[in-house]
């Protein structure tokens, strides 16, 4: 079988999210996430990926981008569930490595395993999907403080990389 590119694997996860979540759209916007979910009166962007690894199999989950701050939700076929994982606790998850995934900082990108999630809440059904996205939105706005974090680090990164190309640029 031809593996299809990174960006198109989670395609069967997003339909079955979007037939499943009350609320939600498919996104305009690759770049903010996967899907839309209308709660509270605003557009809430999630990221969502798929995981064939069975119990016994670590599961790896790569591009993870804890600093967009958007929820994550995993499709994990073989394990008969759901992980919805908020985005307060991909940021908490990545402040524990020593390194990104190609890159230094873990925050920007970052790989992680179903093992990871595995007995920490995340689980859901397809029938509580719904119900464990709204309880993983409400629980980033709860941790506001992170999400502008992630926002002042981002604007750090872009101003140190934009700072480094003129510098390159003039030498």
């Given at each position: 079988?031809?593996?299809?590119?990174?960006?198109?694997?989670?395609?069967?996860?997003?339909?079955?999210?979007?037939?499943?979540?009350?609320?939600s759209?498919?996104?305009?916007?690759?770049?903010?996430?996967?899907?839309?979910?209308?709660?509270?009166?605003?557009?809430?962007?999630?990221?969502?990926?798929?995981?064939?690894?069975?119990?016994?199999?670590?599961?790896?989950?790569?591009?993870?981008?804890?600093?967009?701050?958007?929820?994550?939700?995993v499709?994990?076929?073989?394990?008969?569930?759901?992980?919805?994982?908020?985005?307060?606790?991909?940021?908490?998850?990545?402040?524990?490595?020593?390194?990104?995934?190609?890159?230094?900082?873990?925050?920007?990108?970052?790989?992680?395993?179903?093992?990871?999630?595995?007995?920490?809440?995340?689980?859901?059904?397809?029938?509580d999907?719904?119900?464990?996205v709204?309880?993983?939105?409400?629980?980033?706005?709860?941790?506001?403080?992170?999400?502008?974090?992630?926002?002042?680090?981002?604007k750090?990164?872009?101003?140190?990389?934009?700072d480094?190309?003129?510098?390159?640029?003039?030498?």
């Amino acid at each position: 079988m031809v593996r299809q590119a990174i960006r198109n694997e989670g395609n069967r996860a997003v339909e079955r999210f979007l037939e499943l979540v009350h609320g939600s759209r498919a996104s305009g916007d690759q770049k903010q996430g996967d899907a839309v979910v209308h709660i509270d009166g605003q557009d809430i962007y999630v990221e969502i990926k798929e995981c064939h690894a069975g119990y016994g199999k670590s599961g790896t989950l790569n591009q993870i981008r804890p600093i967009k701050y958007t929820p994550l939700v995993v499709q994990a076929p073989k394990r008969g569930c759901w992980y919805v994982v908020p985005a307060g606790e991909l940021v908490r998850l990545a402040s524990n490595k020593d390194r990104g995934q190609h890159t230094e900082i873990p925050f920007e990108c970052m790989n992680l395993t179903l093992a990871q999630l595995e007995g920490r809440g995340f689980e859901s059904t397809d029938q509580d999907l719904s119900r464990s996205v709204l309880s993983a939105v409400k629980l980033n706005e709860r941790d506001g403080s992170l999400k502008t974090l992630m926002s002042e680090l981002f604007k750090a990164i872009r101003n140190l990389g934009d700072d480094y190309k003129h510098r390159v640029n003039t030498l």
